[in-house]
């Protein structure tokens, strides 16, 4: 164990402000929600709750198990597969995460909706009325089930890639000499041993559609989340929407512990006489191109669909070659926002995990995992929590000022965007938390005691050994962070300060006024800046196959 020095005192008291930082909306959230809010919970209780607390119920369970279906099945093809496209589908089947689920939404509306591009098609060839009444309904919520597990299946995909290609041959090989077949295989073997990635998928999957407002409002599903928006802003409720927002925390606490009883008591164990990983069987002629658009099909509706429809929109309207200013100044804010939050995360986080490695202790083992706790909230209960203490800091300033005889300052936090930031860094922390922390796992403690016993100080050992070995790990969660910012709606929603829009905020505000096709630029940019982050992580992703 390290000695205490200065340097670790700081990075101690850091990870404990960290952890108190990401404790401080839930504990908010729970001090407004023993406000007492009797008129509101009657109309709650009569007209919105059954349906809300249904329509949630169903939502999350329906966008899981397709997820898990689509993410579960591409992944099994891809992995312990070989066929004519394979590598092709290793890029692409990721990509839809760069779609955020509103953006789909929005574009599916449109292309479904009468007199858009689809109903168009089928006039074609059917009478007015029976191309309308073929038309699937996408203001449902079937509809919005399908939409955002079109774009949130990836989460589900990566988790059980990674445990379908490292699995050993010999557990294959044992079933086959007991004549199971290649089904019999999945089913038995494949499947049951990649649960516990299958558990942190589904998790990832329903927290995101949690979070969700701008899908489900669009498409017309009375989830807790909107419930929770239209309490506080519609009915002027903080009290009422601080106890929806208790039972969404519930419902997040409720999906944190069935991933962890889908991963209890399972481990993997491959022997170390047998290190072969499976050998890919080989698909061809019809087996293989079967495999090929099967695996294709969800990229093309996630992802291919979405951008070239926000691309032609784009060019039919000329907003290339009419660039909006304003279009300039959304996107200025909104990669303003994402770096600050992203640089604050990121040193938050190295604090964090540098804290534990240098002196282990259990108030910095606490900070540690408080620090990656902040994803489980939803933005919108996240704004609603931060609202409380960041008013009081900014009173709290003002007394100051006024005590010292000095002009007041007014919403420093709140009417300067600070808030925002602070959200992003709250909600996004665990991912360079976790990273990070991935990556000192793999730098050997003998590093630290080699330089000690030489002389160099915790500080010189960090700059000169530890940052240049975490390069790829923080610059993995410096390009997820930002990206994340840049989509994140209900939190930047807001606690934006007025007459402040970014690229997400202003694409929800052509969608509220009807007129969602004026935003498709903005939408086109958002979805071009998160491409190549989603390439870059997934650039490592496949390994090669063991000997048939």
Request: net charge positive.
């Amino acid at each position: 164990m390290s000695p205490v020095t200065r340097s670790g005192r700081i990075a101690a008291a850091i990870a404990v402000a960290t952890a108190i930082l990401v404790a401080a909306p839930v504990i908010s959230i729970i001090a407004l929600a023993l406000q007492p809010a009797p008129d509101v919970w009657q109309h709650l209780i009569d007209y919105v709750l059954p349906a809300t607390l249904l329509d949630t119920a169903l939502l999350l369970g329906g966008v899981a198990a397709l997820s898990l279906a689509i993410g579960t099945g591409t992944a099994w093809a891809v992995s312990l597969h070989e066929f004519r496209g394979r590598q092709i589908l290793l890029w692409l089947l990721p990509l839809p995460l760069s779609i955020p689920t509103y953006l789909a939404a929005y574009v599916y509306v449109d292309l479904f909706e009468p007199l858009g591009l689809v109903h168009k098609t089928l006039a074609l060839w059917l009478p007015l009325q029976d191309a309308v009444r073929v038309l699937p309904n996408l203001r449902s919520l079937p509809g919005a089930v399908v939409v955002i597990a079109l774009v949130l299946y990836p989460y589900v995909y990566l988790s059980a890639r990674t445990m379908f290609q490292y699995q050993s041959a010999e557990f294959a090989e044992a079933a086959k000499t007991l004549g199971a077949s290649r089904w019999t295989i999945f089913w038995r073997i494949s499947l049951p041993m990649a649960r516990p990635a299958l558990a942190v998928g589904v998790a990832l999957v329903s927290l995101e559609t949690l979070n969700d407002i701008g899908a489900s409002e669009y498409l017309g599903v009375r989830t807790l989340t909107v419930s929770v928006f239209t309490t506080w802003l519609n009915r002027g409720s903080l009290a009422g929407a601080a106890q929806l927002s208790c039972f969404m925390l519930a419902i997040v606490a409720g999906l944190i512990a069935i991933e962890r009883y889908g991963r209890r008591n399972v481990t993997t164990e491959f022997s170390a006489e047998s290190p072969r990983l499976t050998p890919r069987t080989p698909l061809t002629g019809i087996k293989g191109g079967c495999a090929f658009a099967v695996c294709l099909l969800p990229v093309c509706l996630g992802f291919l669909v979405p951008l070239l429809y926000l691309a032609q929109q784009s060019f039919k309207r000329g907003l290339f070659a009419n660039f909006d200013v304003a279009l300039w100044r959304d996107a200025f804010n909104s990669v303003a926002f994402a770096s600050l939050a992203t640089l604050a995360a990121l040193l938050l986080g190295l604090a964090t995990i540098l804290a534990w490695r240098w002196r282990p202790s259990r108030l910095r083992f606490v900070a540690m995992n408080f620090a990656q706790l902040g994803y489980t909230l939803p933005g919108l209960v996240l704004a609603l929590g931060l609202l409380a203490p960041l008013l009081a800091i900014d009173n709290a300033l003002n007394a100051l000022a006024g005590w010292l005889g000095w002009s007041l300052p007014g919403l420093i936090l709140i009417g300067s965007g600070a808030a925002v930031v602070i959200a992003y860094v709250i909600r996004f922390l665990a991912v360079p938390t976790g990273f990070i922390k991935a990556g000192f796992e793999r730098i050997p403690r003998d590093y630290d005691d080699s330089a000690r016993a030489v002389g160099a100080g915790q500080t010189t050992t960090m700059r000169l050994i530890h940052l240049p070995l975490l390069r790829p790990a923080m610059l993995g969660a410096v390009i997820v962070v930002f990206v994340d910012c840049l989509k994140e709606l209900p939190a930047t929603l807001l606690l934006r300060p007025l007459n402040v829009e970014t690229l997400a905020t202003s694409i929800y505000q052509y969608a509220s006024r009807g007129s969602f096709e004026e935003g498709a630029l903005a939408a086109l940019l958002i979805v071009a800046a998160s491409i190549g982050p989603v390439a870059w992580l997934t650039r490592f992703s496949d390994i090669p196959s063991g000997p048939a």
